[in-house]
């Protein structure tokens, strides 16, 4: 389970390390473009539901307890389209991967 560190003092946000390497490469590309988003949490236990503003001032640190795992490119494609829609970044179930076809 990895962490999500946000503020200073830091909030802690627990998320699985596979979500959360994908969420960190969308969040990045964004404030490489010098770009804000929004973030949508949810909390599994009560469904409680939470937005955080993130931008390129915002105190960040994303903690893992494994290896950087394999990017599901399809996955993140859909968490780049969901960060820039105008409900922002959520966390959206990881579909199947894309199988190379061979010509």
């Known amino acids: ?5 946000y503020g ?3 909030v802690e946000f627990a998320i699985d ?3 959360l390497a994908h969420l960190e490469l969308v969040i990045l590309a964004k404030f490489r473009r010098r770009e804000s988003v929004s973030l949508a ?3 599994g236990a009560n469904e ?5 503003w993130l931008s390129t001032s915002s105190t960040l640190r994303f903690e893992y307890d494994a290896a950087m795992p394999d990017i599901n490119r399809v996955w993140l ?8 829609s105008p409900g922002g ?5 990881e579909p ?7 010509a």
């Open 1 to 5: 389970m990895g962490t999500l560190h």
């Open 8 to 10: 200073s003092p830091a």
């Open 17 to 19: 390390d596979r979500t």
């Open 41 to 43: 949490l949810t909390d």
């Open 48 to 52: 409680r539901r939470q937005v955080i």
């Open 77 to 84: 494609q859909e968490l780049v389209e969901a960060s820039n």
């Open 89 to 93: 970044l959520r966390l959206l179930p």
């Open 96 to 102: 199947e991967p894309a199988r190379a076809t061979s």
